[in-house]
Nanobody
């Protein structure tokens, strides 16, 4: 049974930092592309960052230079380090796992950037 435990979200002031974690189980983690998506009210879900099984990374232009995705295959965990947070980063953040044939989603963790 595929499961995700997402954590690290919360309320932070502009310019602050948060570190999101997603602990996965129930599939062969090392063979999957792991990604973080986010969705704000009234907007479509968008890709924030991706980490491939080969070690490559990809980022949305809006977060380049501020966010860093990383993974620890031994712990079945993917992280998103978020620095210099802006109010427009406010959204529900979702962990995603994808292979050629399968895709799985976490329940999401809320990030709110506000004074």
């Amino acid at each position: 049974q595929v499961q995700f435990v997402e954590s690290g979200g919360g309320l932070v002031q502009p310019g602050g930092s948060l570190r999101l974690s997603c602990v996965a189980s129930g599939f062969t983690f090392s063979t999957y592309t792991m990604s973080w998506y986010r969705q704000a009210p009234g907007k479509e879900r968008e890709l924030v960052a991706a980490s491939t099984s080969a070690g490559g990374t990809n980022y949305a232009n809006s977060v380049k230079g501020r966010f860093t995705i990383s993974r620890d295959n031994a712990k079945n965990t993917v992280y998103l380090q978020m620095n210099s947070l802006k109010p427009e980063d406010t959204a529900m953040y979702y962990c995603n796992a994808r292979s050629t044939w399968y895709a799985y989603w976490g329940q999401g963790t809320q990030v709110t950037v506000s004074s």
